[in-house]
Structure formats: structure tokens, C-alpha cells
């Protein structure tokens, strides 16, 4: 992506910790201000989010045809990607 555009301007760019920090404010406890696992695993507002399953004979199977798998992921793949190039 820089070769494509030259350069990017990261000044305003913040690390996940300060965004869900600035985002979430007090949901994120102070001692888990420093353990992104932590602020991720303990937010009230992630609480009983699930991986996407569908039922199946005899229990569940992840649902490989899901938003999350198809779209979501994939993106923010390709984001990252670009952005590390």
C-alpha cells in the first residue's frame, strides 16, 4: 500500500489499548488497563458474544458460512496485511 500511495500519516493513529480505553471508558478496569486479553475478556459489552455454530445431529459445528467468517475476518486480514506491507 505504501508503494501504491506513497506515504501514510499514522499521527492520529492510536493503539488498541488507547481506543478501547477511550471507547469504554470505566467498563475497563484500571488493572486490566494494560492487558489487552484482559480489557477484551472482562468488557461488558463483549459478554455472551459466541462464536457463530450452527446445530448439527449430536451437538454443533462452527457456521463456515457465517458473516463473521466470510466478511469480517477476511477484511480485517486484508487491512492488517496492507498496512504491515
Not at 494494560?34 to 477484551?40: C, F, G
Request: aromatic letters at 12%; a positive charge; charged letters at 25%.
Amino acid at each position: 500500500m505504501l508503494q501504491a500511495k506513497g506515504s501514510f500519516n499514522l499521527e492520529n493513529v492510536s493503539h488498541v489499548k488507547e481506543w478501547m480505553k477511550m471507547a469504554y471508558g470505566s467498563a475497563v478496569r484500571n488493572s486490566d488497563k494494560n492487558d489487552l486479553r484482559k480489557m477484551i475478556a472482562k468488557n461488558p459489552a463483549y459478554k455472551g458474544l459466541l462464536f457463530p455454530m450452527k446445530a448439527v445431529q449430536g451437538g454443533y459445528i462452527p457456521d463456515y458460512e457465517s458473516r463473521y467468517l466470510t466478511e469480517d475476518i477476511p477484511v480485517f486480514s486484508w487491512c492488517t496485511r496492507g498496512l504491515q506491507k
